[in-house]
């Protein structure tokens, strides 16, 4: 089994890559709605969320990797991860800079994010190995996780609210890299605003190549039918519909 975790129902645009590269395996998908968003939080609180839904998953049920399809827990705590579990596959997530650069060289890319990934050192550390052959805008984006977490994906008031925060940016942008999971849900909207001029770029396939890469490389693929089960700590049913749905 597969354990996928994310801080809400985000990281399912991250599972959708995962299930359409690795079909027959059997995903659990815990989102830590109770404690969302993340992104607000201190480092210390993000890292001690993490590794309690780490301990959860691994403790709970047969996993032979975990994803942690959150760029806030990715910033904040895979190497903790890592260090607690040294026999496990964990792969984490980062914003899209290499693929922005590497299509744009010499662009003007924008990283919308939350507050914690923008802050963090992993976060710089790959700012400073990009930031020589692109101009980069860091863009912290407050309210919209939990405009996704309710369910508002792409409606008057979330475009609204992303008017808001991209209005320093329209027509400026060659590219933007959604550098938080819950984000793709709104990339209708966003694209609206930014106009088809501005690329949007995601981390989620790449993270399911490199998740099918580790478990080919510990000769553990699976065979046989794939299937998700979905759990969420608030345990709310609704949250448990909104996953579904937002699965499709």
């Given at each position: ?11 399912i ?15 659990l ?31 709970e ?58 802050r ?29 977490e ?17 209005a ?50 510990k ?30």
């Amino acid at each position: 089994m597969l354990g996928v975790f994310d801080s809400g129902v985000g990281g399912i645009s991250v599972l959708q890559h995962l299930r359409k590269l690795l079909p027959n395996e059997r995903f659990l998908y815990y989102g830590d709605s109770a404690n969302a968003p993340y992104g607000s939080r201190t480092t210390e609180e993000v890292r001690q969320l993490t590794l309690a839904a780490a301990e959860k998953l691994t403790s709970e049920y047969p996993v032979k990797a975990l994803v942690i399809a959150c760029n806030t827990a990715t910033a904040a705590a895979v190497q903790q991860v890592r260090q607690q579990y040294p026999d496990l596959i964990v792969i984490g997530i980062e914003p899209a800079l290499k693929v922005a650069a590497d299509h744009f060289p010499g662009g003007r890319i924008g990283v919308m994010a939350t507050e914690v990934t923008l802050r963090e050192e992993k976060f710089d550390t790959l700012v400073h190995r990009f930031e020589k052959e692109c101009t980069i805008a860091k863009i912290p984006a407050p309210g919209l996780v939990q405009k996704i977490e309710s369910g508002k994906t792409d409606c008057e008031e979330t475009e609204a609210l992303l008017r808001e925060i991209l209005a320093d940016h329209i027509g400026k942008l060659d590219a933007l890299v959604l550098g938080c999971t819950h984000y793709p849900f709104a990339a209708a909207a966003i694209g609206r605003i930014l106009g088809e001029n501005t690329a949007i770029l995601d981390g989620g396939e790449g993270t399911a190549r490199e998740t099918r890469r580790r478990l080919m490389e510990k000769d553990l693929l699976r065979s046989g039918e794939g299937c998700v089960q979905m759990e969420n700590s608030s345990g709310d049913p609704q949250r448990i519909a909104l996953s579904m749905e937002l699965l499709g």
